[in-house]
């Protein structure tokens, strides 16, 4: 990897200065953490799996004219993305309970949800990113109402595309989490998708029989977690170019 300026690093990935101006390089590591990083592990070549899933994802979602960050992947671990100006939300879209609204609502785990429900959560290690409420987002100047709407459009147009991609390959959409920043032209900014959509940040279970292919496995120590991802992998059809690093459980570099 050549030497390039590092400008941020969050817990599962890295940012460096791209080559040229309005773009980032990123990175991303086999570092794995949960319950905000009280729970850590390095799990070889995950890092490489979600980098060639969030890509070929995102190369899909704006093929339906979904615009995000992504200008190519680069390598085994890095990705050009456009720079964007972060809105500090986890945007987290559901389609069956689990997780945090199984227990804040009493909802059993599995439960089909009467419609797809969009949840936001302040992106704030300390305060443990906490639920959040319109109100919030526009009285604290996160996001205005229009880019809340847009935000809301573009994920439910997420969810319908990655529910019917999995669908086809044996897997149910539980849920998952994106991010959003905002690109400046001129006097006007555009809400786009960014960061990455990965087993790491969706719950995916396998169509038949209910089994978790995702980060739950880390978080719960149900094993086999780079085995899972691996299968999602597979399933998408993206292993056979994925070089043996995973398949033979080396770690791959950035080159
Ligand atoms: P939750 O049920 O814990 O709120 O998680 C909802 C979805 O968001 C699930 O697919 C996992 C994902 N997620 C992240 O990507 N990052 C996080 O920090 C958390 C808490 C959840």
């Given at each position: 990897m050549t030497r390039r300026k590092k400008l941020y690093e969050g817990k599962a990935k890295i940012l460096y200065e791209g080559p040229e101006p309005g773009t980032l390089i990123q990175y991303f590591k086999d570092d794995t953490t949960a319950f905000d990083a009280t729970k850590k592990a390095v799990l070889e070549g995950k890092g490489v799996i979600n980098n060639r899933i969030s890509e070929f994802i995102m190369t899909r979602l704006a093929g339906i004219g979904?615009?995000?960050?992504?200008?190519?992947?680069?390598?085994?671990?890095e990705q050009l993305i456009r720079e964007v100006e972060i809105i500090p939300l986890e945007v987290v879209c559901r389609n069956i309970a689990a997780g945090s609204i199984s227990t804040r609502l009493g909802i059993p785990e599995g439960t089909a949800l009467p419609r797809s429900i969009i949840e936001f959560f302040y992106k704030k290690d300390e305060l443990h990113d906490p639920l959040v409420t319109e109100e919030h987002i526009t009285a604290f100047n996160w996001a205005a109402t229009q880019e809340i709407d847009d935000i809301l459009a573009m994920t439910l147009r997420v969810n319908d595309f990655l529910t019917g991609m999995f669908s086809a390959v044996g897997?149910?959409?539980v849920d998952f989490k994106i991010e959003f920043g905002r690109i400046y032209e001129g006097d006007f900014s555009r809400v786009i998708l960014a960061d990455e959509i990965s087993p790491d940040s969706c719950r995916l279970w396998?169509?038949?029989?209910?089994?978790k292919l995702d980060k739950d496995r880390f978080r719960r120590d149900l094993g086999n977690v780079i085995e899972s991802y691996t299968e999602v992998a597979r399933r998408l059809g993206i292993m056979k170019e994925m070089p043996t690093v995973i398949q033979g459980g080396i770690t791959g570099d950035a080159s």
């Open positions: 979904v615009q995000n960050h992504l200008i190519k992947r680069m390598n085994l671990r897997i149910t959409l396998d169509s038949t029989t209910n089994e």
